[in-house]
């Protein structure tokens, strides 16, 4: 038996930070088309608010539910948040870390505001619709800075259960404000594009400065770090994707219904709920992965026969 041992260079935590900053750019730039495709656009404006008026035909008795989880929604956020984020601290005496996960949360519902209210306009492309800008969803930003606060500070063995735990709970706040009626599809994915975005450029930042706790034996040596939380995740976001692209294609291919809303089934709704979903699963499958790559190698791994 032999050991190659490997450079600390290439065992430190982000080793490769081009890998973040490229993935952040992606993010940013799905953000720039979903604003673009669905806001500027009438065929994008016609199918956003589709989706969202056939929400209330769809899915009626949800409302109700929905709506007391969203009023309890920032509660919940910012409770789950501080206690991680205080825990980390604290406790494990990770100060910046949890000056990080802050600024994370901090910076993604700034970013949420400042292109809601002064960036985005919703110009009149002939679709009966709301006359001002709510793209992107103010709750939804919220909720899943969060969610990406938990994760971020989270040693590597926790972060693919965050990943899924976290996806689980964003994407279940994004869907709750579109059913009951509070944003369209596309306010939401932007939303979830833009704590993307501050996810990864955090997540860079906290790893570098943490390299001595970003480190972990590899997918499987704990229960939290089990590869199949992944699995779901890219199971249900990818599906997710095919499934939208799939409802949407079939209903330009036959025609929507002249008005938006007035279809006797309703395939916008569907279409729109599914790239929530897999958006919001995609997006965790994907940092969850990143996140495990580029975590510090331990000394078990730095082993080869």
């Not at 993010?27 to 979903?34: E, F, H, K, N």
């Amino acid at each position: 038996m032999t050991s190659q041992r490997i450079s600390p260079r290439s065992r430190r935590a982000a080793r490769s930070p081009l890998l973040f900053v490229l993935a952040a750019v992606a993010c940013a730039s799905a953000l720039g088309w979903t604003y673009w495709a669905f806001v500027r656009t009438t065929t994008g404006q016609f199918a956003d608010e589709s989706a969202w008026r056939e929400a209330g035909v769809a899915a009626p008795d949800t409302q109700l539910p929905f709506l007391r989880f969203l009023d309890t929604l920032p509660m919940i956020s910012i409770v789950v948040a501080a206690v991680a984020i205080l825990f980390v601290a604290f406790w494990r005496r990770r100060y910046a870390a949890a000056a990080i996960a802050v600024t994370v949360i901090g910076t993604s519902n700034l970013t949420t505001q400042v292109l809601k209210n002064l960036v985005f306009d919703r110009p009149d492309r002939g679709v009966a619709t709301l006359a001002f800008n709510s793209l992107p969803s103010g709750h939804t930003t919220l909720a899943a800075s969060a969610a990406a606060a938990v994760f971020i500070i989270a040693t590597p063995r926790w972060r693919p259960f965050a990943a899924a735990a976290g996806g689980a709970y964003s994407v279940l706040a994004g869907a709750a404000t579109f059913i009951n009626l509070w944003h369209r599809p596309a306010d939401v994915v932007a939303a979830l594009l833009v704590v993307g975005t501050w996810t990864l450029v955090g997540g860079l930042v906290i790893m570098r400065t943490g390299d001595h706790w970003n480190r972990w034996a590899g997918f499987g040596a704990y229960w939290a770090s089990s590869r199949i939380w992944l699995v779901l995740c890219w199971i249900l976001g990818l599906g997710g994707l095919v499934l939208c692209a799939a409802l949407y294609a079939y209903v330009q291919a036959i025609g929507p219904a002249p008005e938006p809303g007035t279809a006797s089934v309703p395939l916008f709704f569907w279409s729109g709920l599914a790239w929530i979903v897999g958006t919001g699963f995609t997006l965790v499958a994907a940092a969850g992965w990143l996140f495990s790559a580029q975590a510090r190698v331990t000394p078990r791994q730095e082993q080869r026969p």
